[in-house]
């Protein structure tokens, strides 16, 4: 007798609708959640117009169109441009803004990469930069500095902070002794240090202290004592009438302007530099000179005698002293044998000579009665 099996097909037949049902059901969830996380996603990178939540360019930018950022960004750039940068040193500070200091600040190119986060690639790389965007992300404008501007800027602000160094030198006592009077220590701005100090602060730096580098003097009393014991390398004299009052005086002044002066090695001695010019503001009066080739009255008649006496001392005192410059009268003198005269003219005749010894060089002058004499000394 064959059972009956239609009830145990049943049941299986009834298992296998129950499992493609299950299957189905499950699918269309996983499609539906699949459907919702594309929508979502699409909602959550729709192109609303505006820079995502969480951008940082120096201020927030979220939720900015384009336009408003460049609103924003341009006041602050105004607001970085008129910030002053306070300097400080011991005797005097100032402020100068960032923008007068030579500071450029752009933002066009930052801004642009601001605006493409969540903007780029497909939905999931979108979604994520957004995301990633949302908890905090920071981009910074293009600042540069105006090399030339920046230091234009400091010199004009702070070079009087600078204390120029002083030589040691002679003072021609009453007795016609000499006196050293002592060098003295300089100091100047650090321009390259305070520069590389402005490039590394913020913006939003307030103070900044001025550096300073010490100028040492190029002769010092110890330099000078030394030089009081050289010996005499050469003496030259010459006469003038004393009775010619204002020719006399011119001559004593230039003579006194060269007194005591003391050459380094290598040095060139100018004439019209040490004398300087020759005016009636510095007390020079009129007496015969000559121009062309005739005698006129001039203001400073006489300086030539002390620059044709010095010349020839120059010259007896070679080789420690060279002849570098040196013009002749377009006539010829009294006091020196002719050919021997040293013409000058401020500025444009001068009578040059250099120190060519591997040390210091000291010029004498002496006015006595009517005789003007230059003595030099140095190393033998």
């Not at 820079?51 to 609103?71: D, H, M, R």
């Not at 006196?179 to 913006?203: A, F, M, R, Y």
């Not at 003097?217 to 050289?230: G, Y």
């Not at 010996?231 to 020719?247: E, V």
């Amino acid at each position: 007798m064959e059972e009956d099996t239609r009830p145990a097909e049943k049941t299986s037949t009834q298992n296998r609708l129950k499992q493609h049902k299950v299957l189905l059901i499950s699918l269309s969830v996983v499609i539906t959640l699949f459907v919702a996380l594309i929508l979502s996603l699409v909602l959550y990178t729709w192109d609303r117009g505006t820079i995502a939540s969480g951008v940082v360019l120096e201020i927030p930018l979220g939720q900015l169109s384009i336009e408003e950022a460049e609103s924003k960004l341009e006041e602050q750039r105004n607001k970085i441009y008129k910030h002053p940068l306070h300097f400080i040193s011991d005797e005097k500070s100032c402020l100068i803004d960032l923008e007068k200091l030579g500071l450029t600040y752009t933002f066009a190119e930052p801004l642009q990469k601001a605006y493409l986060v969540g903007r780029e690639g497909n939905l999931f790389h979108k979604a994520i930069a957004k995301y990633k965007a949302s908890r905090g992300i920071s981009f910074e404008p293009d600042l540069q500095w105006n090399e030339f501007v920046l230091k234009e800027a400091l010199n004009k602000h702070l070079s009087t902070l600078n204390i120029p160094s002083t030589d040691a030198y002679f003072s021609i006592n009453p007795d016609n002794s000499l006196q050293i009077v002592p060098e003295k220590i300089g100091k100047q701005v650090d321009l390259d240090s305070l520069i590389k100090s402005i490039k590394n602060q913020t913006p939003e730096a307030q103070t900044i202290q001025v550096p300073f580098i010490i100028v040492k003097p190029t002769l010092t009393k110890t330099d000078l004592e030394t030089v009081k014991k050289k010996d005499l390398l050469s003496d030259y004299t010459t006469r003038f009438d004393p009775n010619q009052k204002a020719r006399s005086l011119n001559l004593k002044l230039a003579s006194k302007a060269i007194d005591g002066k003391v050459l380094k090695p290598g040095e060139v001695f100018s004439f019209n530099h040490t004398v300087g010019p020759r005016t009636s503001e510095a007390g020079y009066q009129e007496a015969m000179i000559i121009e062309g080739n005739t005698f006129v009255p001039g203001l400073g008649g006489g300086v030539c005698q002390v620059s044709s006496t010095l010349y020839n001392a120059v010259q007896l005192a070679y080789p420690s002293l060279r002849v570098m410059e040196r013009t002749r009268h377009s006539l010829p003198v009294t006091y020196v044998p002719l050919g021997q005269d040293a013409t000058v003219a401020y500025p444009t005749l001068d009578f040059k000579f250099r120190n060519d010894t591997d040390s210091f060089i000291l010029i004498r002058s002496l006015v006595d009665g009517n005789t003007l004499s230059f003595r030099i000394y140095g190393s033998k």
